[in-house]
């Protein structure tokens, strides 16, 4: 078969060099494709064969896999059993054990002991946690790679520094905040996500900053201070930033469905939900953002809580939530024992704190605890029954913390299986007053079940979505000298969501959705209804981040008709309609936050009143009818005025004193400065005469 597939395809090349009489044709001499001598070739073997290299044997291949554990207790034969499980117990959560050696002197052990690991990556995790870790009081294990004994044995005695990266100027990530008028920056990705557009919330109508094709796959996100805008990729995600939005760093994560940024813009946080062959975790990734290096990798089964992990503002500690939460959060804890079943924790905004919560184990009550960092110190803890679960809920400013607790409120023990069957439910909010002596807390109960809950970012009130269709209600509370006020409850709200404005104050109702995008903007100070109005369908609500403009909008990943964004003032009066096709999402850009101290905020919002003259007379130049080139116009003549007047002036102050010396030591420039009257004279300039009937 082989023989006869040869000879065909001999005979068929054969036919195709023959021309149409028959004859072959004359190709002449087979070319010559090897390399002229001289040729300098360019291309290393890293670019050709990248991917096999990587899989090349290394001479440390045999004991990268293997971790040497110091200041191990020396114990007989009759304890070594208990030693090894206890060892073994502890290093298999870094991955699979192939084998355990335990050098003895006699009938001790030596006091360090061998592990070999499945592979070098599981080694590397077991000596990143558990060098340092503590197993009593006389032992603290030292742990390290078999292989660092050879590295640090032969260190070269010349040091030769290592080759410095050239520097990439990246811009000015924060030129937004210079902008004169200080208009607020926002992204829209529509024509169904082919298109992506930023645009500056100028009168009027909006100015198109940059705008691009197939910039994302899905969908885009800003960092938490504006530098950098997040772009989602089959392969990963890439960030922008700078005047012109050029690219500054990319990150390899295929498949990457989430991420989430650090406070201060250190670290990003990338999920995928492909599954690799790799050992290597990597379905969670911490990224450093200016270097773009991989700090630590992370399996994941679910991201059913996401972010996943929780970023103080420090951006010193993280912690990772899971069905193993209580694993990673017994060292931070003290006394913490991994019996009892940790279900949640979250960080205060602002300080070093940390609230978690216990459910009840049998007779133990469920628990929540606030525990001051790095000392460890328990600073409050408030026992429940009854409960069902829990929800935190942070003020921004750190000075309060609200705890919705769901409670059954019928507990009928079963005499037989001698267990408890629990039956209704109501609700209560646990109110822990952060800054006051020894955390007092209040305890406010509603009976009606509570849809949604939001603290305002910079006062001491709080709101609450109570009651079920078609009778619901929104109730404003404030904590002041240690009580918890009703304010005002609004009755018969088409409501389902709560924004607030980050400045505080001013709060808008939101019925999203199904509930036909109703829109309430109400004054918390004294719960007025400054305007009820309607976006019908709307499927999302985001405020500025100055508190000043509301964008509602109707997103086609939500509904697939009336797409578009309307911008609101915090009044509710309505300022633009948007209409774009196929409108997917809206984000505003963050600022960072504020640097002048409350003190200062204060100043500036007592001498209002010297600046309100200046707004003023800019608003009314925008609302003119005069088109932006005239405006443009006249302000570049002010600006060329103004700058010949203050050439002039500097230059009569220059000539003053060679003035007076020749006037005799007289300043003439101020003279008959007193002697100056002011004058009105006024002309007649019509009379108009008109006859009344009697």
């Not at 999920?271 to 200016?290: G, M, V």
């Not at 609450?464 to 009778?471: A, D, L, V």
């Not at 985001?542 to 578009?564: F, I, L």
Request: glycine share 6%; aromatic share 12%.
């Amino acid at each position: 078969m082989a023989a006869d597939r040869s000879d065909s395809e001999s005979r068929r090349q054969k036919s195709d060099s023959q021309n149409q009489d028959g004859e072959f044709e004359d190709f002449g001499e087979e070319p010559d494709f090897s390399d002229p001598d001289e040729y300098d070739e360019d291309v290393t073997d890293e670019e050709l064969l990248g991917d096999l290299l990587k899989s090349k044997p290394k001479e440390s291949d045999g004991i990268d896999n293997i971790i040497v554990v110091d200041n191990v207790p020396e114990v007989g034969p009759d304890r070594q059993e208990k030693l090894s499980k206890v060892i073994r117990k502890l290093f298999e959560k870094f991955g699979k054990i192939v084998n355990e050696y335990y050098p003895t002197d006699g009938d001790k052990t030596k006091g360090y002991i061998f592990i070999e690991y499945s592979s070098p990556v599981h080694a590397l995790e077991a000596v990143k946690m558990a060098n340092g870790y503590k197993l009593d009081k006389m032992h603290t294990f030292s742990v390290n790679l078999f292989s660092d004994f050879d590295k640090y044995g032969n260190i070269p005695d010349d040091w030769e520094p290592p080759n410095a990266k050239p520097f990439k100027d990246v811009g000015n990530l924060r030129y937004f905040l210079q902008e004169t008028d200080c208009f607020d920056e926002y992204s829209v990705i529509y024509d169904g996500g082919e298109r992506t557009a930023i645009l500056k919330n100028s009168p009027r109508e909006p100015t198109v900053i940059e705008e691009r094709t197939r910039w994302t796959e899905t969908y885009v996100r800003w960092s938490q201070q504006g530098s950098y805008l997040a772009t989602f990729h089959g392969k990963g995600i890439a960030l922008w930033g700078g005047p012109k939005f050029e690219q500054i760093m990319r990150f390899s994560h295929p498949g990457v469905q989430l991420i989430d940024f650090s406070p201060c813009e250190r670290y990003l946080v990338t999920f995928s939900p492909l599954q690799t062959n790799s050992e290597e975790p990597s379905a969670i990734i911490i990224w450093d953002i200016r270097t773009g290096q991989k700090k630590r990798g992370f399996h994941c089964e679910t991201q059913s809580t996401w972010p996943i992990f929780k970023f103080l503002k420090c951006e010193v500690f993280i912690r990772k939530i899971n069905a193993d939460t209580q694993k990673m959060f017994k060292f931070l804890v003290k006394g913490y024992s991994r019996k009892k079943s940790l279900r949640d924790f979250s960080w205060s905004p602002t300080d070093n704190l940390i609230a978690y919560w216990v459910p009840e184990d049998q007779n133990v009550p469920a628990r929540v605890t606030l525990i001051q960092m790095p000392s460890r110190q328990e600073v409050c803890v408030k026992n429940l029954f009854n409960v069902a679960d829990c929800k935190m809920h942070w003020q921004k400013n750190g000075d309060y913390l609200c705890v919705k607790v769901d409670r059954y409120s019928k507990a009928k023990k079963m005499e037989e299986k001698e267990q408890y069957k629990y039956s209704g439910m109501y609700y209560n909010f646990e109110l822990f007053r952060i800054r006051e002596k020894q955390i007092p807390v209040d305890k406010l109960e509603v009976k009606e079940s509570v849809m949604a809950f939001a603290w305002e970012p910079t006062g001491n009130k709080f709101a609450f979505i109570h009651g079920e269709s078609p009778r619901i209600s929104v109730s404003f509370y404030s904590i002041r000298a240690g009580k918890v006020e009703l304010i005002k409850t609004l009755e018969r709200r088409q409501a389902n969501h709560l924004f607030w404005s980050p400045a505080g104050q001013f709060i808008v109702l939101a019925g999203l959705r199904n509930m036909n995008g109703v829109l309430e903007f109400v004054d918390a100070s004294d719960v007025t209804v400054m305007a009820n109005t309607e976006h019908f369908m709307a499927t999302d609500v985001e405020w500025d981040p100055t508190g000043r403009y509301v964008v509602s909008a109707v997103s086609w990943w939500g509904h697939k008709v009336d797409n578009a964004y309307w911008i609101w003032s915090f009044q509710g009066r309505l300022l633009l309609k948007q209409p774009q096709e196929r409108f997917c999402q809206l984000q505003w850009r963050p600022r960072p936050q504020c640097l002048l101290s409350t003190e200062e905020l204060k100043g500036l919002k007592k001498n209002m009143k010297k600046y309100t003259e200046q707004f003023e007379s800019v608003d009314r130049l925008r609302q003119s009818n005069v088109s932006s080139e005239q405006i443009e116009k006249r302000k570049t003549l002010m600006a060329e005025f103004k700058k010949f007047r203050e050439e002039k002036e500097e230059e009569l102050d220059h000539y003053k004193s060679r003035r007076i010396a020749l006037r005799g030591g007289v300043d003439t420039d101020v003279l008959y400065e007193e002697e100056i009257d002011e004058e009105v004279v006024e002309f007649l300039l019509k009379v108009e005469e008109k006859v009344l009937d009697e």
